[in-house]
């Protein structure tokens, strides 16, 4: 058995020195993912007067500032490429009661985010969008109210941001999601002391005079798992693979779901929590793939895993079918195009929907050049899909893993046959 761990969750790990920051007291983080969309959430932070130490530390000790203790930027936000920051730190400037231009790179100024604006200024914040409605966005915060918001797209990140606007700024907020979403800043405020309740569909937030400190140890990226447990499963692992303290949280599992349906051998041992987040060791191995269809009340539980499962797909036997997930088209990148084009461009059999795609498996040898768009979820799906026996896919730019798993490609070649 071949025994990895994958870095820490990228969900958890922003939110982990988000809340850090705004604690009341000095919390110790340990595992925290260093990859460039972290260290942009960090960046936001110092730049906000936040001592955010190097995360190359093996634990990074941060101060909170308190709820009230941010203060104005001199410069831009800058977010490099991560919405997370982008979106979750709207929030936070706009709670903050000051004003922020947040810019990035190309890739994430073309995303969308009036959908986090529009609750915002029904908080009572503004904010500027350019007409495209990507970055830059500049939130001017205010002394905000408290908001009902019933939200149009199944979103963690509009979900966050308006729980951390409440949360700073001291007013009881009620978000109302079209589907279950993750719920990380949930268990996260409630494991800090703060009043957040979950009913259905239903998330609710009472303002807290202050945010309590706490140690975490961030989990291992069900995310980042999931490529592994995708080359296991296509037999394209020396041994059975053991990724240990992988987060599992429920809203996180879909896709090790969909891959044990398609035939995987696939399961968690030793369940245990950390910090509110239930985690465990995924044991996962071969298959006798086939293909399956994924529902679109699905879809949020897997969102950031359907390029490799699409890539799963392709050498399972029949279709595979996904719909409902028409966020994919506003990710790093157009993630249906990419997907379906790679998929032909290789050999495989795929076809583009306007909410997903459809994939009719083979175990004929694909070969070719995946063009990633700069998307490090194409890259590393691609990559699953080119370490598999017979066939030979180069990947054009592999760096750019670098945004959620620097030692990704690394890892992949101790594993792989």
Same mark, same amino acid.
């Given at each position: 058995?071949?025994?990895? /761990?994958?870095?820490?969750?990228k #969900?958890?790990?922003?939110?982990? $020195?988000?809340?850090? *920051?705004?604690?009341?007291? /000095?919390?110790?983080?340990?595992?925290?993912?260093?990859?460039?969309?972290?260290?942009?959430t960090?960046?936001?932070?110092?730049? @906000?007067?936040?001592?955010?130490? #190097?995360?190359?530390?093996? !634990?990074?000790?941060?101060?909170?500032?308190?709820?009230r203790?941010?203060?104005?930027?001199?410069?831009? @936000?800058?977010?490099g490429?991560?919405?997370?920051?982008?979106?979750?730190?709207?929030?936070?400037?706009?709670?903050?009661a000051?004003?922020? &231009?947040?810019?990035?790179?190309?890739? @994430?100024?073309?995303?969308?985010?009036? /959908?986090v604006?529009?609750? +915002?200024?029904?908080?009572?914040?503004r904010?500027?969008?350019?007409?495209?409605?990507? $970055?830059?966005?500049t939130?001017?915060?205010?002394?905000?109210?408290?908001?009902?918001?019933? #939200?149009?797209?199944?979103?963690?990140?509009v979900?966050?941001?308006?729980?951390?606007?409440?949360?700073?700024?001291?007013?009881?907020? !009620?978000?109302?999601?079209?589907?279950?979403?993750?719920?990380?800043?949930?268990?996260?405020?409630?494991?800090?002391?703060?009043?957040?309740?979950?009913?259905?569909?239903?998330?609710l937030?009472?303002?807290?005079? %202050?945010?309590?400190?706490?140690?975490?140890?961030?989990p291992?990226?069900?995310s980042? *798992?999931?490529?592994?447990?995708g080359?296991?499963?296509l037999g394209?692992?020396?041994? !059975?693979?053991?990724?240990e303290?992988?987060?599992?949280?429920p809203?996180?599992?879909?896709?090790f779901?969909?891959?044990?349906?398609?035939?995987?051998?696939?399961?968690?041992?030793?369940?245990t929590?950390?910090?509110?987040?239930?985690?465990?060791?995924?044991?996962?191995?071969?298959?006798?793939?086939?293909?399956?269809?994924i529902?679109?009340?699905?879809?949020?539980s +897997?969102i950031?895993?359907?390029?490799?499962?699409?890539c799963?797909?392709? /050498?399972?036997?029949?279709?595979? %079918?996904?719909?409902?997930?028409?966020? +994919?088209?506003?990710?790093?990148?157009?993630?249906?195009?990419?997907v379906?084009?790679? +998929?032909?461009?290789v050999?495989?059999?795929?076809?583009?929907?306007?909410?997903?795609?459809?994939?009719?498996?083979?175990d004929?040898?694909?070969?070719?050049?995946?063009v990633?768009?700069?998307?490090?979820r194409?890259?590393?799906?691609?990559g699953?899909l080119?370490?598999?026996?017979?066939?030979?896919?180069?990947? =054009? =730019?592999?760096a750019? *893993?670098?945004?959620?798993?620097?030692?990704f490609w690394?890892?992949?070649?101790?594993? &792989?046959?």
């Amino acid at each position: 058995m071949t025994v990895l /761990r994958v870095p820490g969750d990228k #969900s958890i790990s922003h939110r982990s $020195l988000m809340l850090a *920051a705004l604690g009341h007291g /000095r919390s110790r983080l340990r595992g925290l993912l260093r990859s460039a969309d972290v260290r942009s959430t960090a960046g936001v932070l110092r730049a @906000l007067g936040v001592a955010v130490p #190097s995360l190359d530390l093996d !634990e990074v000790v941060v101060e909170g500032v308190g709820l009230r203790g941010l203060r104005a930027p001199d410069a831009p @936000l800058d977010c490099g490429n991560s919405g997370t920051t982008t979106r979750l730190m709207a929030g936070v400037v706009a709670g903050a009661a000051f004003t922020a &231009r947040f810019v990035g790179d190309a890739s @994430l100024s073309a995303r969308p985010m009036r /959908r986090v604006a529009k609750p +915002l200024e029904a908080m009572g914040a503004r904010v500027a969008l350019p007409a495209h409605g990507g $970055l830059p966005m500049t939130v001017h915060g205010a002394a905000l109210r408290g908001v009902t918001w019933h #939200s149009e797209v199944a979103s963690a990140q509009v979900k966050s941001a308006i729980l951390l606007a409440g949360m700073v700024a001291g007013v009881p907020v !009620e978000v109302h999601e079209p589907a279950a979403t993750r719920d990380h800043t949930e268990r996260m405020l409630r494991a800090r002391g703060v009043e957040v309740r979950v009913e259905g569909l239903e998330v609710l937030l009472q303002p807290a005079g %202050r945010l309590d400190a706490l140690d975490m140890d961030v989990p291992g990226d069900p995310s980042s *798992a999931a490529f592994f447990a995708g080359l296991a499963a296509l037999g394209a692992a020396r041994t !059975e693979v053991a990724l240990e303290n992988v987060g599992i949280n429920p809203g996180r599992t879909g896709a090790f779901e969909v891959l044990r349906r398609m035939g995987a051998a696939l399961r968690f041992d030793g369940r245990t929590e950390q910090g509110g987040e239930p985690v465990a060791t995924l044991v996962c191995g071969p298959g006798g793939l086939r293909g399956t269809t994924i529902e679109p009340a699905e879809v949020p539980s +897997l969102i950031d895993e359907l390029p490799l499962l699409a890539c799963v797909a392709a /050498r399972a036997d029949g279709e595979t %079918r996904v719909t409902g997930a028409e966020e +994919l088209r506003v990710k790093e990148s157009d993630r249906i195009a990419a997907v379906v084009g790679n +998929l032909r461009a290789v050999g495989a059999d795929a076809e583009e929907l306007p909410d997903g795609f459809v994939v009719r498996g083979s175990d004929r040898p694909l070969a070719g050049r995946v063009v990633t768009h700069g998307d490090h979820r194409i890259a590393m799906a691609f990559g699953v899909l080119g370490a598999v026996r017979g066939n030979a896919i180069t990947v =054009d =730019d592999p760096a750019c *893993a670098d945004v959620s798993y620097p030692t990704f490609w690394d890892d992949l070649a101790r594993v &792989r046959r």
